[in-house]
């Protein structure tokens, strides 16, 4: 069983940056597709970015040049790197993985597995 977890979640202000962490609490995730999703109270998951384990990420069109995600140093860990944060940049925040090294479409019904997501708040 796979198990994702989030964390880095909280409340910061306009403007400020914020990271996520996604990591497997007993496999790692080195060598397979991690995305990102958010979900704002009343609307539906959006999928934000997917990244491969060869380097490779798609990013949505409503983050892009935003937000950014890499892998930490041992690669067991995706990061997701949220700049210039705004109000509507509030959500729950997922990881899921479909357990392969290919990124799929940014479809919620496409991923497999998922972490139980952390709350981020942009408010002043």
């Known amino acids: 069983q796979v198990h994702l977890v989030e964390s880095g979640g909280g409340l910061v202000r306009p403007g400020n940056t914020l990271s996520l962490s996604c990591g497997g609490s007993v496999l790692t995730l080195e060598n397979v597709a991690v995305a990102w999703f958010r979900q704002a109270p009343g609307k539906e998951r959006e999928g934000i970015s997917c990244?491969?384990?060869?380097?490779?990420?798609v990013y949505a069109d409503s983050v892009e040049g935003q937000f950014t995600t890499s892998r930490g140093n041992a690669k067991t860990t995706v990061k997701l790197k949220m700049t210039n944060l705004k109000p509507e940049d509030t959500a729950v925040y997922y990881c899921?993985?479909?357990?392969?090294?290919?990124?799929?479409?940014?479809?919620?019904?496409?991923?497999?597995?998922w972490g139980q997501g952390t709350q981020v708040t942009v408010s002043s």
């Open positions: 990244s491969s384990p060869d380097g490779r990420t």
């Open positions: 899921a993985t479909n357990w392969t090294p290919t990124c799929p479409a940014l479809w919620p019904q496409r991923f497999v597995y």
